[in-house]
């Protein structure tokens, strides 16, 4: 199981200072989407420029133009990059064929997506390599959790294909751990806490 | 009727070449996804710093985070901004809530929705200014167009609501204008063209 942390903050010389504090023991770092329509690329450009071993994912949640954001998102040293699960079969092949090209790979997104199951067959038909049950920081304000659609997603494709988001904090960290899906994203539980780098340190050894 | 240029390239230097030679005769100015991917917010703060009066859109496909990536946009000076009309209910009500804070309108992205009538009245109840019909580029080159789906938009929420994207270029434009939606967006047909700004006039004529 690999940990990737979900970076929901705009400000580049905050985020590369949280990076600082964690690149050697973080598995996957990810910018988020607010920081992405912000900034634009350029806080992935500066992670890889700094740490280029650590593997960085760019929350772009592409939904139409599939080959030009690929290219973008591969250009600027992304890892891993998202595409919506939702958008058409045609964006969803580009991204993956373009991403394989330059040796990166591809996370789909089933936010607000209901099908898990029949969708994700057709994801693993298009050659996606990740798919992530997430839900969103709007959706969890109603006490939503991922963690009926884990159940769902992992009786559906390999476990190692398999990630989840949404509001998952080392309280409740338990009962996703236990259904080991390959990736568990945590966020404001992990960017937010006093000391970030304790607070990585006690969920890896959590998933353990 | 607007109509909006949609210019999906990610050079800001390009992109403000393209508003010299057309802000005083183009109804609505986006940015495309492309460059907001790319470059972020920076291009709309440009544009709208040398051009206060011109009105911008920001292609921002928000699906997530409502209120921040809305509050973000709103700071960067656009006018309008799109939300997935596929997002969750709280995430499109937090858009609507915040941009109308800040006097900025919202325009639901209906790319990838089956159930347009369905999905429209409920926007509507969410408070959207804007509904957008739209095949995206990738779903062009199977040569699909929004024409049909623009008929069912156009029987389903009132028309001064409605916009429409797709591909539209000055052959094609006649099958829309004569349905009259609020907006009409071309992309390429405008950007790409030897001479934007007579294309940017040919349109306008053809939709008098």
Same mark, same amino acid.
């Given at each position: 199981?690999?940990?990737?942390?979900?970076?929901?903050?705009?400000?580049t010389?905050?985020i590369?200072?949280?990076?600082? /504090?964690?690149?050697?023991?973080?598995?996957?770092?990810?910018i988020?989407?607010?920081a992405?329509?912000?900034e634009?690329?350029s806080p992935v450009?500066?992670?890889?420029?700094? $740490?280029?071993?650590?593997?960085?994912?760019?929350?772009?949640?592409?939904?139409? /133009? /599939?080959?030009?954001?690929?290219?973008?998102?591969?250009?600027?040293? *992304?890892?891993?990059?998202?595409?919506?699960?939702?958008?058409?079969?045609?964006?969803?092949?580009?991204?993956?064929?373009?991403?394989?090209? $330059?040796?990166?790979?591809?996370?789909?997104?089933?936010?607000?997506?209901?099908?898990?199951?029949?969708?994700? *067959?057709?994801?693993?038909?298009?050659?996606?390599?990740?798919?992530?049950?997430?839900?969103?920081?709007?959706?969890?304000?109603?006490?939503?959790?991922?963690?009926?659609?884990?159940?769902?997603?992992?009786?559906?494709?390999?476990?190692?294909?398999?990630?989840?988001?949404?509001?998952? /904090?080392?309280?409740?960290?338990?009962?996703?751990?236990?259904?080991?899906?390959?990736?568990?994203?945590?966020?404001?539980?992990?960017?937010?806490?006093?000391?970030?780098?304790?607070?990585?340190?006690?969920?890896?050894?959590?998933?353990?």
């Amino acid at each position: 199981m690999k940990l990737q942390i979900a970076v929901d903050i705009t400000d580049t010389a905050r985020i590369l200072e949280i990076a600082k /504090g964690i690149y050697d023991i973080i598995d996957i770092f990810e910018i988020g989407t607010p920081a992405i329509i912000k900034e634009g690329l350029s806080p992935v450009r500066k992670l890889k420029e700094k $740490y280029p071993d650590l593997c960085v994912l760019a929350d772009s949640k592409i939904v139409d /133009g /599939g080959k030009i954001e690929a290219q973008n998102i591969c250009e600027s040293g *992304a890892d891993i990059m998202t595409v919506l699960a939702f958008a058409d079969n045609t964006t969803i092949a580009e991204v993956v064929e373009t991403a394989h090209a $330059y040796g990166r790979k591809v996370l789909a997104d089933l936010i607000c997506i209901k099908n898990i199951r029949g969708r994700s *067959a057709e994801l693993i038909d298009l050659g996606i390599d990740y798919i992530g049950v997430h839900t969103g920081v709007d959706m969890q304000k109603s006490g939503r959790t991922p963690i009926g659609d884990l159940h769902e997603l992992l009786a559906s494709v390999p476990r190692n294909m398999v990630a989840v988001a949404g509001g998952i /904090g080392i309280k409740t960290l338990h009962s996703y751990v236990i259904q080991k899906p390959e990736i568990i994203i945590a966020g404001s539980a992990l960017y937010s806490a006093p000391d970030i780098r304790t607070a990585v340190l006690n969920m890896k050894e959590a998933m353990k």
